[in-house]
């Protein structure tokens, strides 16, 4: 029987819910989704598998112009998704009208591989509109086949998806069967912790922390974690505690439950905040923390 494997790299601006997408695909929580923008600072790879096909999903940041060394870095994961792709992902959402950036825009429709334009959140928009943005994406990336779908709502999902193994190529596959992501656990317990905190912390101070998990160790019924929320001043630090410790241990629970969904057995979570100065700004420490290769 043939077989048929392939990179598969979900681009857009952010916020229009390529996170979402990829988790439908994978049916796991891989990615961050909140409604704040710049939730996915990583490039993180999912893996579905069939018993004919392995499609490897790329999610990247939402593109923008970088401000600080962060936002540089998590936009040098976003050009990697144009190098190893078999199929390109273009995502936007209904009423949207360009890329933040006209190069990527250029990329995209100069690709020689496929390209699959995503016109997401339809469900919030009425036939007319619709046609409209069906007939300006075709005229603006003419190289693309566009799908209509809603993300959230799982509509038109499993069409695009079926499509996607239409378009791979014929391969191997580059992942053993039975793996969910390339990312190892501490990955995906600092992601949650860090979802927590854009949900439940206003303005700056979610995207001034970096979660780093210390400590990971799983005993037969049970994983004890130790993770540490770096911030980059005193005053984050106590409004991350917040009043009698209240703030921090309301992340602490949330966190526990979804980790223990997502590894199927009792977790112990410990929280501690440090203040890191200036790391978004900082070479080494974002080369620790995974961001610079």
């Given amino acids: 029987m043939s077989h048929k494997a392939g990179f598969v790299n979900i681009i857009g601006n952010p916020n229009v819910g390529k996170s979402t997408l990829m988790n439908a695909f994978i049916g796991e929580k891989l990615s961050i989704i909140t409604s704040k923008a710049q939730t996915t600072r990583h490039r993180i790879l999912g893996?579905?598998?069939g018993e004919d096909f392995q499609v490897v999903l790329s999610d990247t940041p939402g593109i923008i112009k970088p401000a600080y060394e962060l936002q540089e870095s998590m936009m040098g994961f976003v050009k990697s998704a144009f190098e190893d792709a078999d199929v390109l992902i273009y995502m936007v959402?209904?009423?949207e009208k360009d890329l933040k950036d006209e190069a990527f825009f250029n990329k995209i429709t100069s690709s020689k591989i496929p390209v699959i334009l995503l016109l997401n959140k339809i469900d919030k928009s009425d036939q007319e509109q619709l046609e409209n943005q069906v007939q300006t994406w075709s005229e603006k990336v003419p190289n693309a086949e566009i799908f209509p779908i809603s993300a959230l709502e799982?509509?038109?999902v499993k069409e695009v998806f079926n499509r996607i193994i239409?378009?791979?190529?014929?391969s191997p596959p580059f992942y053993p069967k039975d793996q969910l992501t390339d990312k190892p656990e501490r990955f995906f317990i600092n992601e949650t912790i860090r979802e927590k905190i854009l949900m439940h912390y206003k303005?700056?101070?979610p995207y001034a922390v970096e979660v780093d998990t210390e400590e990971f160790f799983e005993e037969e019924n049970i994983i004890r974690v130790r993770s540490v929320i770096m911030v980059e001043r005193e005053t984050q630090k106590g409004i991350i505690i917040g009043h009698k410790g209240t703030a921090i241990k309301r992340v602490g629970v949330e966190a526990r439950k979804d980790l223990e969904k997502f590894f199927g057995k009792q977790i112990h979570v410990e929280l501690y905040v440090k203040v890191n100065k200036n790391w978004r700004s900082n070479q080494n420490q974002l080369k620790r923390f995974g961001y610079n290769n």
């Fill in 47 to 49: 893996i579905v598998n």
């Fill in 93 to 95: 959402e209904i009423g």
């Fill in 154 to 156: 799982g509509f038109n």
């Fill in 166 to 170: 239409e378009l791979l190529p014929e």
């Fill in 203 to 205: 303005k700056e101070i």
